[in-house]
């Protein structure tokens, strides 16, 4: 979680609608909704920068839970099925053409559930792509950290690829960042269920070919929790590939637009 200065028309972005699903860029003359997840910790704006890169043929939005970023004074969710009823009460208002719904690592598990959801209420996704995360009957290989004292909770997450160690020097920053991983985190490692729920639309399953916590048999497991087609790609970079190293995964994403 990079603590970034970002020019004023991010913020003005970020600010702009305080909703369950951020409006990165909508044209009335798309012609698919790209919907994404962000991973544990983060929030809407890890997806701002892939607008210049993604095709105008999306619509872009991306999930905002409660208690992050602009919604920051909202009480935080720490309980999944809460969490994916009121995304996909939201969500169906808005897929009104083909969507593409992409989640990364617990952002992965949050689509998958809405997913389940909305194809229970008539709604059948384009596509569902998961990355960075094993299906939902396999084990995280991560280690717990959401019930670990707050000194040890920031270890845990200096540990883990992706945090940036200067958050160390901000405790006002530390106080904000520490209950919204302690929320997520308690999600994802509840997280495990058999293999009986499939969803209609095809999977795609991502990883990173230098991802320390999925491999690829994993990723192929995505294939038991639907009853459609899975694909299984590798990419170059590590876990946190979608904040690094994201032009692939656009690429990809391109590829699918038709």
């Not at 996909?88 to 989640?103: A, H, M, R």
Request: hydrophobic share 40%; charged share 25%.
């Amino acid at each position: 979680m990079p603590i970034l200065l970002r020019s004023p028309s991010f913020y003005k972005k970020l600010l702009m609608h305080k909703k369950w699903f951020k409006p990165i860029r909508v044209n009335s003359q798309a012609k698919v909704h790209l919907v994404c997840f962000p991973f544990a910790g983060s929030g809407a704006s890890i997806f701002f920068p892939w607008e210049k890169f993604l095709h105008s043929d999306f619509n872009i939005y991306a999930f905002q839970a409660p208690g992050r970023e602009d919604r920051i004074g909202e009480d935080l969710i720490d309980n999944l099925e809460l969490l994916v009823q009121k995304g996909s009460t939201e969500l169906l208002k808005l897929v009104d053409k083909p969507t593409i719904l992409f989640g990364h690592s617990l952002g992965a598990v949050i689509a998958f559930e809405i997913t389940k959801l909305i194809e229970r209420q008539g709604v059948e996704p384009k596509c569902l792509i998961v990355s960075g995360r094993q299906p939902p009957h396999l084990s995280l290989k991560m280690p717990p950290i959401s019930e670990l004292s707050d000194q040890d909770l920031v270890k845990g997450l200096l540990d883990l690829e992706g945090t940036d160690r200067e958050i160390v020097k901000h405790p006002e920053l530390l106080e904000i960042i520490l209950p919204i991983i302690r929320a997520d985190f308690k999600i994802g490692e509840k997280y495990l269920l058999p293999i009986k729920d499939q969803i209609n639309c095809p999977i795609i399953a991502i990883g990173a070919n230098n991802d320390p916590w999925v491999n690829v048999d994993e990723l192929s497991q995505w294939q038991k929790f639907t009853r459609q087609e899975c694909q299984l790609k590798i990419i170059s970079g590590g876990h946190f590939y979608v904040k690094n190293d994201f032009q692939e995964i656009v690429q990809l994403l391109n590829q699918l637009k038709n």
